[in-house]
Structures are given as C-alpha cells and as structure tokens.
C-alpha cells in the first residue's frame, strides 16, 4: 500500500544547484500539491495540478517549477536553489470535488537543505 | 493574511485528561474543515473533518465542533493516550471545484505521563 511516495526523503544543495523533486502516487487521485513546511509557518502550498497537464500557483510559488505530465507523478523543481528553500518538502494528493471530506493523502516528505 | 489560525503553539495535557485543540478562521466561504496530525519525520494524516452545515462531528476519541457564528472550531480528544502527541493542523478548503486546502500553522500536543 504505497499511497504517496517522495524522492529523495534527504537532499543537501550548494546555493545555485538544481534538482527535482519527484512525488508519485498509486490512487489514481486526480489533483497533487506540494507543500512546504517551515518551523512557524505551518503547511505552505507551492503549486498543485488539477489533473494531467495541468499546473497552477499556490501561496509560494517565486523560485519553483512544477510539471504534471503523467497522472501519477508531479514533478517539483528548484532551478537555482538558493538558503530561503531549505524546507520539508511535502507532496499530497486528492480526489476531486466529492472526496472532499477525506482531504490529502501526503506523502513523508523530503528534508532539503540548501548551503 | 492568515486564514486559518491556531493561536497556541504548545499544549500539554495530562495522560487520561481531555485535549482542548482550538482553531480560528476568517473566510466565510469555508465549506470544510478538517484536523490533521503530524508525527515527526512523517508527513501529516487525516483525523477527522466537519462540514460547515454541521455543528458537532465524532469519530471514536475524536470529536469536532464548529461554531460559525464565532468563526471557531476546536479538537476534543478524550481520553489522551500518550499515542496522540504529535502536532496537529486545522485545515479548512471553499466550496468550488478546484478549491484547496489552507492550513493552520498547527499546535503541538505533548501528553504527560
């Protein structure tokens, strides 16, 4: 029962690297979000998709790019990674409009440190 | 501008007692609202939701109750079982298609033995 599954779960950056981030999910969910968490801050959304092909803003999206070219997976990248994104990286997934009340199925995120 | 707030932190309960988790909200066009909880190094799960139309939800331990006139809604757990330290979010989503969920900044619950 795989669920919501995150690579790598740990990655340290020198400041300009680049890397992606990948979230894969075997329920067939339609939508996917990545999150980040900070001490404070709580659960801050990046971006998410609402289906294959599809990508929108969330409430941080400055420095990341996403892409969602499969139903499963939903790609998070940092171009140019700077110290402001090191994070915990959370990917969640969803149904769509009825399974509302069952919410986000997350993933156990990716701890990224940038140096 | 925060939406969804949990004023408190910390919170520590004792063993057996009851956990009081509280959650503000300022979006009236909340339909959804829904508890996490987060153990560290795991991402966060599902605990428990209410709908707007509702006004008490109980699952087991766990019951909700949502005050929209006041634009609150708190977590009971009772009894605690030192299982249930963890940190939980309050999440709330609107009521359209591609709506997402916005989540508190989450209150950590420590029980004491």
């Known amino acids: 029962n795989a669920g919501v599954t995150q690579t790598p779960k740990f990655r340290v950056l020198k400041t300009g690297q680049s890397m992606t981030l990948l979230c894969a999910q075997d329920m067939n969910h339609e939508y996917m979000y990545w999150y980040r968490q900070d001490p404070g801050m709580g659960l801050r959304l990046i971006h998410y998709?609402?289906?294959?092909?599809?990508?929108a803003k969330g409430e941080v999206p400055d420095g990341y790019n996403v892409s969602r070219l499969k139903k499963q997976n939903f790609l998070l990248g940092l171009e140019s990674a700077a110290p402001s994104q090191t994070s915990v990286y959370f990917c969640?997934?969803?149904?769509?409009?009825?399974?509302?009340?069952?919410?986000?199925?997350f993933g156990s995120g990716t701890r990224l440190t940038v140096v | 501008d925060q939406q969804v707030k949990q004023n408190s932190p910390s919170l520590s309960v004792q063993e057996g007692r009851i956990s009081i988790l509280n959650c503000d909200y300022t979006?009236?066009?909340?339909?959804?609202f829904l508890w996490y909880k987060k153990y560290p190094a795991e991402g966060p799960t599902f605990l428990i939701s209410?709908?707007?139309?509702?006004d008490k939800n109980e699952d087991g331990r766990f019951t909700v109750f949502l005050n929209k006139s006041a634009k609150h809604l708190s977590l009971h757990i009772v009894p605690s079982q030192p299982g249930d330290s963890a940190v939980y979010f309050c999440a709330a989503r609107r009521g359209n298609r591609d709506d997402k969920i916005i989540f508190g900044k989450g209150t950590r619950l420590h029980i004491l033995p």
């Open positions: 209410i709908s707007s139309i509702k």
């Open positions: 979006n009236s066009m909340f339909d959804y």
């Open positions: 969640a997934s969803s149904y769509a409009g009825g399974q509302r009340i069952y919410g986000y199925t």
């Open positions: 998709s609402v289906g294959e092909g599809t990508t």
